[in-house]
């Protein structure tokens, strides 16, 4: 294969370790009947396996080298589409077949991972599942537990529109360059249309994030009328933080909400 230098600025850490390849491949299970969509393929270490599979792969590049370069690999096999763009500008519904629904796999670029997961959210009805590989301390603030200070407007986010299965970590040595970072992968499974669609969550939790340290009265009695008697009737204490609440709780307050201001 032609050399290509990694690319700092593109997070170019490219997976060499057989052992985790494989881990991620059996973690998506490809399978002939399957569509994959895989976000920045790289030099092709998992690719070369999804395609291999049978699978239906449509991996989406933003290095046009890199794209080049697979899409000369891969020309021979036909259940292999490389497009040459940015993944968070991609729409799903354009690029998989109607009424099919596709498996997402990515080792992803750390540096734009919280946008490429709100846009994913906002396509989750393409998507079977999704495989995804973050840094460490993603994973860990998307899988935090009520109460836990990891725990913010990403987590909750997260978590009303999927369910969340922590996998394996991966050891920065399984990368070249090593990154300085360590990793985890986690599957992600599409809950159907949610309060996490609705401009009226994303609001409030951004408010309720606004200022950690803050109680929910404080962060929020500047952007809703009458908030004490919204958590009365949520039955919510307005002096705990937003950290605390739980998925439940925060559907209840919601709808007690008016949005008067
Ligand atoms: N999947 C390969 C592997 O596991 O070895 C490469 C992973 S590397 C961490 C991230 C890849 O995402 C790079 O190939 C990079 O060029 C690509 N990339 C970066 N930003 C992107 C974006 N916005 N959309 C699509 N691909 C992107």
Not at 132 to 150: C, H, W
Not at 225 to 254: C, M, P, V, Y
Request: no cysteine; proline share 5%.
């Amino acid at each position: 294969m032609t050399k290509v230098y990694a690319k700092k600025s593109l997070g170019q850490n490219f997976l060499v370790d057989r052992n985790y390849i494989r881990r991620v491949i059996s973690s998506v299970s490809p399978d002939p009947g399957d569509t994959i969509v895989e976000i920045g393929p790289g030099r092709g270490a998992l690719t070369e396996h999804l395609v291999a599979s049978g699978a239906q792969v449509i991996a989406i590049e933003l290095d046009n080298e890199l794209a080049d370069i697979l899409d000369d690999r891969f020309s021979g096999s036909s259940n292999f589409k490389v497009v040459q763009g940015n993944a968070i500008e991609i729409d799903l519904s354009k690029l998989i077949s109607p009424n099919t629904k596709a498996k997402l796999v990515a080792n992803l670029p750390y540096y734009i991972s919280t946008a490429i997961l709100q846009h994913f959210i906002k396509q989750r009805e393409h998507l079977s599942e999704l495989v995804l590989m973050f840094q460490k301390e993603v994973v860990e603030r998307i899988t935090a537990e009520p109460g836990s200070s990891e725990r913010g407007y990403l987590t909750v986010l997260v978590g009303a529109a999927f369910e969340v299965e922590k996998l394996f970590y991966v050891p920065p040595a399984a990368f070249r360059p090593v990154p300085k970072v360590q990793s985890s992968v986690v599957r992600l499974l599409p809950k159907p249309f949610s309060i996490a669609d609705t401009k009226g969550f994303t609001d409030l939790i951004s408010f309720a994030f606004a200022h950690k340290r803050k109680t929910l009265t404080n962060n929020l009695r500047v952007a809703y009328k009458d908030i004490s008697r919204a958590f009365a009737a949520a039955n919510i204490d307005g002096q705990r933080r937003a950290e605390t609440l739980t998925h439940e709780e925060w559907t209840r307050l919601l709808s007690h909400l008016g949005r008067e201001m």
